[in-house]
Structure formats: C-alpha cells, structure tokens
C-alpha cells in the first residue's frame, strides 16, 4: 500500500458508551431511501415558488420549483446529507430533492429521528474536497441510547442550541453593522466628505486637472508600440455624485494601463517556460488579498516579463459568481515572479500620484453597483470585459488632498478591522461550543443518563 492510499484509509473506532446504551454499524441501522428519480436540477430553481428544493448546499432551502409532481414521496421526516459538502439536514415538510450528490437517510426505529440528526451533526467526517463523503459516513458505529434518554439529550441539545443561537444572530448584527459602517466611510472618503475640512485649511493645493494633464503627456509616452494614440473619451458621470471643487472624474483607463492575464492553457509548449505562482479570483478579495493557497503555471518567459506583478498595481476580478464582481485590492510585491490570470485584471498607474488604495476603495464600494450594471449577467453568474473596466468613472482628488484622505480612511477603518476579527474569532468560538454539546451528548455527558426517567 502506497504513503497515499494509506492515508486515504478511514476506519472510526467504536465509540464507548454507558452500559445502558448500544452501538450498531451504520447500515444496520440506517436506510438509504430512493427518491425515484425526482431530482431537481439547480438551473430549474425558482426565487420563489411552492416546494422548497433542499440540496446539497450549505443554506437549508436551495431554492423553489412549482410542479408538485417532482416532490418527494416518501416517509418523513428524513435526513438530506450532502455527498460532496457533508452536510445535514433534517426535514419534516415536503420538499423535492436536489439533483446533485445528495443520499436521502431514514434511521431504524431505534432512533428518535432528531436525536439520529444531531448524532449525525456531530460525527467527524473527514473532508475530501468535492469527492464523495458517504463512503466515509457508513463505516461509523452509532451510539444508540434508550428512547427516554434520546428525548431528554435532544431537549438539552436544542435548549443549549437556542442560547447559541441568539447570540450568533447578535454577532452577525454586528457584523452587518459594520459592513454598513465601512461602506459609509469608503462612501464619504471618495466624494470628498472626510477632508472637507482640510480643504478649508489648504486653499491653495495644486486642483486636480493639472495633475490630469501631467498623467494624460506621462500616457502618451507611453503608448509608443501600441498603434496611433487613442485620446481617453470622457467619462459617463450620469447618476454619479458631485466632487468638491478641485476634483474631476476620469475614466479608469485614463490614468492607468489595464491588461488582462494569461490563459491556464496546458496544451501550452514553449522553451522557455518555467513555472511560477499567479493570481486567481480566489486570491483576489474585496479590499484584500487571500495569499495562502497559491498555484503555480508554466509560463512563457515573454508572458512572465509581460504580465509580472508590480507593487502599485490595482487587481480587479473579472467576475464569476455576482459577489466576486469587480472586487479586488491592490499589489505590494509580496511575492517574487508573480502574475496574473486572464480573469484578474491589472490596473497600472501611468504615474505614481494616483493613489491606489484610493481607486480600490472605490471599484470596491460604488463599483460594485457599476460593475453589476454594465457587466454581463446570466442566472448565477456575472462578468466584465476589459471595455468596460476602461470606461469605470473614478474621482480623481488633487495629490495632497489623496495622501490625507488615505490617512482618514486608514484611521477610521483601523476600528472597523479589530471590531471584525473579534466578531469572527466569536463566530469561530460559537462553532467549537456547537461542536463540543454534540461531542457531549453522545458521549452521554450532556444529561446524566444515570438519572433514567423511571
């Protein structure tokens, strides 16, 4: 047996449990009931609609169809476990069952079927990415304890859930909060709200169409190799806010070069390739970047010089799903040789008195709402091309004024980021407690079992 395989193997031991109680395989004890074939494909769900379509997903309700013919039939309740993503959920009204990776389960009437689900919940199933899961759920031995007790650990179960409940629901008011908060900062930073009062104190700073005219003679530099010079067309300021004077809107394209990316093409042959990491839209965050999973391509070395990283550059995703639209950050030369895919776009100032950060916050905040309504959208999924990233409005501040409002937002933000991590380091906390009432309760701490309801 290869180092591989042997890791690849999974037997669970048998729990221990109080004498009172029993342990079974889980096929003896668990049927895998069939749906006939009533499956709902995803690109058939409904917003809205008489049956909910529960799948494999990590929400509950995956989404609506109308045609009762395709409900499930069977007995319930019943357990959906999701093959690929390993989750549990129990449902007790009518529904009809998604179409990918889903086992409908029915426990044996030795189970309380809520008590089999939180059983179920608490089983430590190890992850295989998106392979299949329940080849490792069937090898577990299941604690059985007496009908009475099954009640009461339940009971207890869902009473410690509630408080846990409450209190997660109090955290992601928090943290929706704070998103609002956030978005009002970037909001008031890019329309000028945040110096007015410094712009009071510095009457006499440089306006910014001087700075405009010095990057658009830096832009015609830099065309030479690119065909005759295509002047930047004005940009569309319709439904866009006023600037303080001094301002003035510029298209992206403007003021910066912007490139697409190289293609993952493994058909790809050329000497001089070599390997070296690049950027996804996995790594590519709103208002950050998410280096800790990188990949590597076997890059041409014309594509390596050509699409190599530099620190200042502005990343923008090209799309995929509707929430990835857009959304990027910016580079700081974290890591050597780096480039890009095609579906990470590169914004290169022309000259360094254009902040990025600034441009980022803004493709962050108000792009999100452009990008959505010039982009390309289909059920799921949304996109933009390199047209319509060029034409994206930006507010272009005078230079002084730039490097006081990076110093305002920076400030502002410094409380939103430590609100944040204690909010999700809470939510973390809130999982571990979930997990150890479940490790409890089926190894019969929850309740003393020795204190049976006679």
């Not at 080849?135 to 650990?153: M, N, T, V, W």
């Not at 890019?190 to 658009?216: C, F, M, S, Y």
């Not at 208002?287 to 990283?309: C, F, N, Q, V």
């Not at 980022?360 to 390309?376: A, E």
Request: charged residues 30%.
């Amino acid at each position: 047996m290869s180092v591989e395989e042997a890791k690849s193997v999974f037997e669970p031991e048998k729990p221990n449990v109080p004498d009172d109680w029993s342990v079974a395989p889980f096929l003896d004890v668990v049927k895998v009931v069939s749906d006939k074939g009533k499956r709902t494909k995803q690109r058939d769900y409904l917003a809205e609609g008489r049956i909910p379509v529960i799948d494999q997903g990590q929400d509950f309700i995956g989404g609506y169809i109308d045609n009762e013919d395709m409900a499930f039939d069977g007995e319930l309740p019943i357990i959906v476990f999701g093959d690929h993503t390993r989750s549990v959920k129990y449902v007790k009204q009518p529904f009809a069952v998604g179409a990918d990776g889903v086992k409908l389960l029915k426990p044996s009437e030795c189970f309380d079927p809520k008590f089999f689900y939180y059983l179920l919940r608490s089983l430590q199933i190890p992850s295989r990415g998106y392979s299949r899961h329940f080849q490792f759920l069937k090898k577990f031995y299941l604690p059985i304890a007496p009908p009475e007790q099954q009640k009461r650990i339940v009971a207890e179960i869902e009473k410690q859930f509630s408080r846990l409940d409450e209190a997660v629901a109090n955290l992601k008011r928090v943290k929706a909060n704070l998103k609002r908060y956030k978005a009002a900062v970037l909001k008031a930073a890019v329309e000028g709200k945040l110096t007015e009062e410094w712009r009071k104190q510095h009457p006499n700073v440089e306006p910014a169409d001087k700075l405009l005219e010095r990057i658009l003679a830096e832009r015609r530099e830099k065309w030479q190799g690119r065909g005759k010079y295509k002047e930047p067309a004005a940009p569309d300021t319709t439904d866009l806010p006023e600037l303080p004077e001094g301002w003035v809107w510029v298209r992206l394209d403007a003021i910066t070069a912007i490139k697409g990316g190289i293609t993952v093409d493994k058909k790809r042959k050329d000497p001089t390739a070599r390997l070296v990491p690049y950027l996804r839209v996995a790594n590519v965050q709103r208002g950050y970047l998410d280096l800790t999973e990188m990949k590597e391509i076997e890059a041409p070395l014309t594509s390596i010089e050509d699409l190599r990283l530099l620190p200042g550059d502005i990343l923008f995703n090209e799309g995929g799903d509707r929430d990835k639209l857009g959304r990027g950050w910016v580079w700081e030369g974290q890591i050597e040789d780096c480039i890009h895919q095609n579906h990470v776009f590169r914004a290169r100032p022309y000259l360094n008195e254009v902040n990025i950060k600034l441009i980022s916050w803004w493709g962050n905040s108000f792009g999100q709402y452009y990008f959505l309504r010039v982009g390309k959208q289909t059920t799921n999924l949304a996109s933009i091309n390199m047209t319509k990233l060029s034409e994206f409005p930006v507010p272009l501040p005078p230079f002084e004024e730039q490097a006081q409002i990076e110093i305002e937002v920076e400030r502002l933000l410094s409380v939103v980021v430590a609100a944040e991590a204690q909010v999700e380091a809470n939510l973390r906390r809130s999982d571990r407690l979930r997990q150890s009432i479940l490790k409890k309760a089926f190894s019969s701490q929850l309740v003393q079992c020795t204190e049976a309801v006679k």
